[in-house]
């Protein structure tokens, strides 16, 4: 089955910084999803990466999926308080999708 | 347009008892999935329901079932709770199967005592 692997497992950024998260897949990616989650609660929809070079844009959100590496990066630019939350990437080619650990993300004011 | 919805929010149960757990998709969305999020096993899937028919199962025992109505309401069930059932347990809707992206409801936390 498809494993993947989110780095860092977590991370403590200032205001103001940037910040990157990544994903690697153990298999080819044939497409890549984005979730943020807020401790106990659903998962937050935030980008689909389904060819590759693909990069997405939502606010200060960036994510991008290079096939050939198997990976997917997420980038926040300018982060704030409100980006805080644990970023899940999945992926599967059904709806029985496969899940990172997750990224924790503490924005410090 | 009202998001996935999942009843009840919390759950506390005993080791032995039985619980089902209901999800109401998004309005024309057909395919609902279930996962297990707890933190040492991460979020796993359960299964896929799609036209009242499982579609995919994960590895769970079969303790665990579910089913969808023809409504696309799903419920899923467990039974014989274990100390080791208790997690968050996420509803994902779609249009249909493939046909991403999921969108999660807020889940249930099951509580086994």
């Known amino acids: 089955s498809q494993e993947l692997e989110q780095s860092p497992q977590s991370l403590i950024v200032q205001e103001g910084k940037n910040l990157t998260i990544n994903c690697t897949s153990s298999k080819t990616l044939y497409g890549l999803y984005w979730y943020k989650q807020k401790y106990g609660e659903g998962l937050i929809f935030l980008m689909m990466l389904q060819k590759g070079g693909e990069e997405k844009s939502h606010e200060k959100i960036t994510a991008k999926l290079d096939e050939k590496k198997q990976q997917s990066s997420l980038h926040i630019t300018a982060s704030q308080p409100s980006h805080a939350g644990i970023y899940l990437c999945?992926?599967?080619?059904?709806?029985?999708?496969?899940f990172g650990a997750g990224t924790r993300l503490t924005v410090k004011p | 347009k009202a998001g996935v919805t999942q009843t009840p929010r919390y759950l506390i149960k005993t080791r032995g008892q039985q619980v089902t757990l209901s999800c109401s998709p998004i309005?024309?969305?057909?395919?609902v999935s279930w996962y297990q999020q707890t933190p040492g096993q991460g979020l796993q899937f359960l299964f896929e329901?799609?036209?009242?028919?499982?579609?995919n199962k994960g590895n769970f025992p079969g303790r665990f079932s579910g089913r969808q109505f023809s409504n696309s309401r799903s419920e899923m069930n467990v039974s014989t709770l274990e100390l080791g059932d208790s997690a968050l347990y996420l509803c994902?809707?779609?249009?249909?199967?493939?046909?991403?992206?999921?969108?999660f409801g807020d889940g249930t936390r099951l509580s086994i005592l």
């Open positions: 994902a809707s779609s249009l249909a199967p493939g046909l991403k992206p999921q969108h």
């Open positions: 309005s024309g969305h057909r395919s």
């Open positions: 999945g992926a599967g080619s059904n709806n029985d999708m496969r």
């Open positions: 329901y799609f036209s009242e028919t499982q579609r």
